[in-house]
């Protein structure tokens, strides 16, 4: 069969051969004429062709495509079999996309779909009852005119490294959701939301329990350690000089679980939902310096302990909080970084960041353990945990407190080489730096 273009060589050449023939029995301007006639006529019909065309495109979508002629009944004819795999892929779409809404649907979780600028494009019956939306009156409406939360507000704006904190919502205050974003797309986000008020209600009664179990400790614990530093004080006589031993082990013990029940406490009030964030201009350059004094106490000159502070940039937060993150950080530098170890303790503005790193050259960390340091009770060497005097929560405290101030931890490490442990906080934390700004090096 011809393709297009060869019907149309043979087409002209009929004409020309016509004009051929007839110029013989006519003459020469009469055959032109005929062939301009001839022309003409298959002009007009292309033209016409050409409206039809026209008129189709400019009508509605699902139209039929128009009987062409000559010429142009191949040019209709693909068109024809254009518009049918056109309507059989959005066939194909239309389904897919009704499966899909109906899996979404299906789904335990609540599922939102935003657009770049956090209008919603879509939610399922799940994301309606726990945000209280309604699918067919708030498309296009933005999220947090209709969720206000400013938790969920500031979250959607964090960066996405952050986990979001539970959720409480001012429309039914006995519902606790675990939110998700996960970035798709051309900028948009997906919002997963989960029920977890059962969740909620077990780890409120484990962190009562914690703190309740730990207040009860403490005065006992206070009056063990009293007697025994009694004991240990008291003059030389045969019988004490036999138990002198024993005494000082207890007393170490003892030591031991003060700091444990300590740091369960503050880990509680980290947790505690009752426990608001007590903000102010912090002076980080003083707290940095502070924590290296104390950082130096508990190493006794067995480590060499720098300091690098190359902003006078202050930092929106608690001072209280920080200083327990960082000198967490710091000492279990000093403790795990053998005698005659560097330790580096440093503050600068990475691009739009406020970055606290304390980089040692320990004994390192396996790959494997990285994820898990922060966990609870949570040791790469227990043996030597407990040569150190370390609780197992430092860690865990460490994390809580970066947390409430939208900050995360960056944890680097090499076996046999050191660790780099970074706290890097949020552009909307840092605060210009005072009127004397003192920008400092110093060696020990």
Not at 59 to 85: C, I, K, N, Q
Not at 176 to 205: F, H
Not at 324 to 338: D, E, H, K, M, Q
Not at 374 to 385: A, H, I, M, P, Q
């Amino acid at each position: 069969m011809l393709s297009f273009w060869g019907r149309f060589a043979v087409r002209i050449g009929l004409i020309a051969c016509g004009i051929l023939l007839a110029w013989p029995l006519l003459g020469l301007v009469p055959a032109l004429l005929l062939g301009c006639i001839i022309l003409a006529a298959l002009h007009a019909r292309g033209l016409h062709n050409l409206v039809v065309l026209d008129t189709w495109l400019r009508g509605p979508d699902d139209a039929p495509v128009p009987e062409g002629s000559g010429m142009w009944e191949w040019v209709f004819a693909r068109l024809r079999r254009m518009v049918r795999r056109q309507q059989q892929t959005r066939e194909d779409l239309r389904e897919a996309l009704a499966r899909f809404r109906k899996a979404g649907d299906a789904m335990p979780e609540g599922v939102v779909i935003l657009d770049q600028a956090d209008r919603i494009e879509w939610c399922n019956p799940q994301a309606e009852n726990h945000f209280g939306l309604d699918k067919q009156r708030d498309i296009g409406q933005h999220i947090t005119y209709l969720v206000r939360q400013p938790q969920f507000a500031e979250y959607l704006r964090a960066p996405h490294e952050l986990e979001a904190p539970p959720l409480r919502l001012t429309k039914n205050q006995n519902l606790v959701l675990s939110v998700q974003r996960i970035p798709y797309g051309d900028n948009q986000k997906l919002v997963i939301s989960r029920d977890v008020t059962r969740w909620e209600e077990v780890e409120v009664m484990r962190r009562d329990f914690v703190a309740n179990v730990s207040h009860e400790l403490r005065t006992p614990l206070t009056v063990v350690a009293g007697f025994l530093e009694t004991l240990a004080d008291s003059p030389d006589s045969a019988t004490l000089r036999s138990f002198q031993r024993p005494i000082e082990l207890m007393r170490d013990q003892t030591r031991r679980m003060q700091h444990l029940v300590e740091d369960l406490l503050a880990l509680s009030k980290l947790e505690s939902t009752q426990n608001p964030l007590q903000e102010e201009e912090v002076d980080l350059s003083a707290l940095i310096k502070a924590v290296r004094l104390d950082a130096l106490d508990l190493s006794a000159g067995r480590h060499r302990i720098t300091l690098d502070i190359r902003s006078p940039r202050r930092l929106h937060g608690s001072e209280y909080e920080l200083r327990s993150a960082f000198g967490n950080l710091v000492s279990n530098a000093v403790r795990y970084t053998p005698e005659g170890g560097e330790i580096r303790i440093s503050w600068h503005i990475e691009g739009d960041t406020g970055v606290f790193t304390v980089e040692d050259t320990g004994i390192g960390i396996e790959p494997q353990h990285i994820p898990r340091l922060t966990e609870r009770f949570y040791r790469v060497d227990r043996g030597r945990s407990r040569e150190t005097g370390g609780t197992g929560l430092g860690l865990a405290i460490v994390k809580h407190v970066l947390n409430r101030h939208q900050a995360r931890l960056e944890i680097s490490s090499e076996p046999g080489r050191g660790s780099r442990f970074a706290a890097v906080f949020p552009a909307s934390r840092l605060k210009n730096p005072a009127p004397h700004p003192a920008i400092q090096q110093s060696n020990a």
